[in-house]
């Protein structure tokens, strides 16, 4: 964007991260059971990207991509690691900080140690049930203001907890809040963020982080939310033909396991508590974006909304994240404000490591050489020339789960998948298999795009510490880590 910085007041820049949402939740895009009415008036005014992806799809890698612009292995976590220290000295909000805008987080972040504020000026903290920081004997002060909150409103005690009602923080079991909604910590962001626009210096522009727990379990969204998607027909998730591929990992009768088939009942109620976590946050993004007005400051204010992975929901037998299939991978993403033509579908393949760039160039800061990410901001102009070419050849994915490193590559409207345990591979057309379903790793007809793939995965492999590739080819069975050796890589203190 090229605008005369002298005359032209810079703007601020709102950053709504949820956790956990799908890329095919938006009843803008057409999804048949959730309502998203307020984020559709967002989609309306600005720019839907339809394959935005997180390429490490669990919390603590895709936040690391994005808050630095980095690729997997360049911030080197490729799998679920906490207690790791946040080493990446160049971070999206310390570019804004240095710039002189006032910026802020409030809710989840996910990085260690917990108060660590990479490049925030302040953190208001609330991770949800963060397994690595619930210590008895550690007082929550040190790690959850939400809960130091929540234990002085009206009718709590010293001992009040969002685990009052047992629901574990990664499990299908769903039921309603069971305190008044005031008290959900989706409604917790939006109070502390109304608080904070009082509070800001009004003589800077600002960067707010607003990031919320939900539509990640505990699936407790309040009772109207809960209800509205309770007494739907019965859902037939997508089965694959491949996915006999995993029933070694299968755990029917654990409410969190990662492949499992459970009865009609607990998809149906788990599904209502999904969606209606889901409601009810873009619920309370309205009433911000309302405040955000009444303070007139919409207009001149960046506002982009998405999700640090999605969740597979049953697809395929799978739950939860972790996975290179859409249902985990594909995330929404929605940016709106000054200049962004409204209305555009972006069909470009774009991945959390590219807000940093576009964010910084929308607010007219330099972008650091140093990032892997690439700036979206000429996809959302107004001609709309070049809205669904390509960034790059082809996006790289990968993520530690089930004992092995899952890697993934999409080109075009292919997906290619290896596991490093077998061996397996799946390739998929997601133009006409959207829902993968189809393995066309065997098809004659489909081996030179099978060919081109495996190759692009080959060379990013290749120099990897746990040696997946040797003499040109894919070697299964090898052992992996979920962080990279720092030595291997660049973007570190």
């Not at 929550?140 to 009718?155: E, H, K, M, P, T």
């Not at 960046?302 to 594909?330: A, C, N, Q």
């Not at 409204?342 to 590219?354: F, H, I, K, M, S």
């Not at 979206?376 to 960034?391: K, V, Y």
Request: aromatic content about 10%; overall charge negative; glycine content about 8%.
């Amino acid at each position: 964007m090229t605008q005369d910085s002298s005359t032209t007041p810079a703007p601020n820049v709102v950053l709504i991260c949820t956790d956990q949402w799908r890329g095919d939740c938006l009843s803008i895009n057409g999804h048949p059971i959730v309502r998203t009415p307020y984020l559709d008036a967002i989609a309306a005014e600005g720019a839907n990207f339809s394959n935005a992806y997180s390429s490490t799809p669990t919390c603590v890698p895709a936040r690391m991509a994005l808050m630095t612009g980095l690729t997997a292995r360049s911030h080197r976590r490729v799998g679920y690691a906490d207690g790791v220290d946040f080493d990446v000295s160049v971070t999206l909000p310390g570019e804004f900080t240095k710039a002189g805008y006032q910026t802020q987080a409030i809710g989840k972040m996910h990085y260690y140690p917990e108060r660590g504020r990479i490049g925030f000026n302040d953190v208001i903290l609330h991770d949800g049930y963060l397994n690595f920081a619930r210590k008895r004997g550690r007082e929550v002060d040190w790690y959850d203001d939400y809960l130091v909150w929540l234990r002085g409103q009206a009718g709590e005690s010293a001992v009040s907890d969002y685990f009052d009602d047992g629901i574990n923080c990664n499990s299908v079991v769903a039921r309603p809040w069971s305190r008044a909604e005031s008290l959900h910590p989706t409604n917790w962001v939006v109070t502390e963020a109304i608080s904070w626009l009082y509070r800001r210096d009004p003589t800077v522009p600002f960067f707010l982080y607003l990031s919320f727990h939900r539509p990640h379990p505990p699936y407790n969204p309040p009772a109207w939310a809960f209800e509205q998607y309770l007494n739907l027909p019965d859902h037939e998730p997508p089965v694959g033909d491949w996915v006999a591929d995993l029933d070694d990992y299968r755990t029917d009768h654990r409410p969190d396991a990662h492949v499992a088939t459970y009865d009609q009942q607990t998809l149906n109620r788990a599904r209502a508590g999904y969606y209606g976590n889901i409601t009810h946050i873009d619920h309370q993004i309205a009433r911000f974006m309302e405040v955000l007005r009444e303070f007139g400051l919409k207009d001149d204010t960046y506002i982009v909304f998405t999700s640090d992975h999605g969740e597979m929901l049953g697809d395929h037998d799978l739950w939860r994240k972790g996975y290179p299939y859409e249902g985990s991978s594909r995330v929404p993403l929605l940016i709106s404000g000054p200049g962004i033509s409204g209305g555009q579908r972006v069909d470009a393949v774009v991945e959390l490591r590219d807000l940093m760039p576009t964010l910084l160039d929308a607010a007219r800061l330099p972008v650091p050489g140093s990032i892997d990410g690439i700036s979206l901001l000429g996809l959302t102009q107004a001609d709309q020339r070049g809205s669904n070419a390509e960034l790059r050849p082809y996006l790289h994915g990968e993520h530690v789960l089930l004992g092995q490193s899952i890697q993934w590559v999409r080109a075009g409207s292919w997906k290619y998948i290896w596991f490093s345990k077998n061996g397996n591979e799946q390739l998929f057309n997601l133009h006409n298999d959207p829902t993968e379903t189809r393995n066309l790793s065997g098809d004659p007809g489909c081996q030179n795009q099978l060919a081109q793939l495996r190759a692009s995965l080959i060379a990013e492999l290749s120099g990897r510490p746990e040696e997946f590739v040797q003499s040109g080819r894919l070697l299964a069975g090898q052992a992996v880590v979920t962080l990279l050796p720092k030595d291997r890589t660049e973007g570190q203190v």
